[in-house]
């Protein structure tokens, strides 16, 4: 089968970044798949659909659209991982009324984490 080249003088371009694809790349071959751009080009567009009227300059995107974010998604994680330690017996928990639940390592098991670290590295 015969390939079809595009003129010269006119390169394909990336729908998504709008630039010759060997520009960045090759980061469209499947332009129109969202699966086919990196994470973070969707992370600035989902900020972007959320806020339509933002601009900002490539340090503040960094710092407040895409790590303001990531911080928010990981507080959550770190969250759940916490408690699911202490639940475990890995970290003890305390709570004082009006202040957020402190963990600390549960000293019974410092020999146990110990070993479990040495396996798992």
């Given at each position: 089968m015969?390939?079809?080249y595009p003129r010269a003088g006119n390169p394909?371009?990336?729908?998504?970044?709008?630039v010759a694809p060997a520009l960045h790349s090759g980061r469209c071959r499947?332009?129109?798949?969202?699966?086919?751009?990196?994470?973070?080009?969707l992370r600035i567009l989902s900020y972007l659909?959320?806020?339509?009227?933002?601009?900002?300059?490539?340090e503040g995107?960094?710092?407040?659209?895409l790590l303001e974010r990531e911080i928010r998604e990981q507080s959550a994680a770190v969250e759940r991982t916490l408690a699911g330690l202490a639940a475990e017996?890995?970290?003890?928990a305390a709570r004082t009324a009006?202040?957020?639940t402190r963990y600390r390592l549960n000293p019974a098991r410092v020999e146990e984490i110990r070993t479990l670290l040495e396996d798992a590295s």
């Open positions: 015969k390939k079809s394909p371009i990336c729908k998504v970044f709008r499947e332009a129109n798949n969202p699966r086919a751009m990196d994470e973070i080009s659909a959320e806020n339509p009227e933002a601009n900002d300059t490539p995107i960094t710092e407040w659209w017996g890995w970290l003890l009006g202040s957020p």
